[in-house]
């Protein structure tokens, strides 16, 4: 079965850094975009990083972008997100996600809606 397992996630100090990995299983998912999301409690899910699946363009909102990088080993099948800075707003479960559709698609999916591919989540905590 093709599927997403993020790993990485933790509790942490305001200013430190963790790196979240996820890694796919099946499917090979080199010619898909892939990106991470974000949920955390009583909030809408929010994208927080994207990289295509070709020359490995990037994306982030102004929320993240400075702070975050994310990064793709396509060898592996994996896709990885690094956080510095990290702030307590950062708090929230963090997804891996890919979709065939391209980075733009998952930048502006509604809320209601789900990337072709979505991991289980693994949690991000910092503390002030």
């Known amino acids: 079965q093709d599927r997403l397992v993020e790993s990485g996630g933790g509790l942490v100090q305001a200013g430190g850094s963790l790196r979240l990995s996820c890694v796919a299983s099946?499917?090979?998912?080199?010619?898909?975009?892939m990106a991470w999301f974000r949920q955390a409690p009583g909030k809408d899910r929010e994208f927080v990083a994207g990289?295509?699946?070709?020359?490995?363009?990037?994306v982030y909102p102004d929320s993240v972008k400075g702070r975050f990088t994310i990064f793709r080993n396509n060898a592996k099948n994996a896709v990885y997100l690094q956080m510095n800075s990290l702030k307590p707003e950062d708090t929230a479960v963090y997804y891996c996600a890919a979709d065939i559709r391209g980075i733009q698609t998952m930048e502006q999916l509604p809320q209601n809606a789900r990337p072709d591919y979505w991991g289980q989540g693994t949690q991000v905590t910092v503390s002030s």
């Open positions: 990289i295509s699946w070709g020359n490995e363009t990037t």
């Open positions: 099946g499917r090979p998912f080199r010619s898909y975009a």
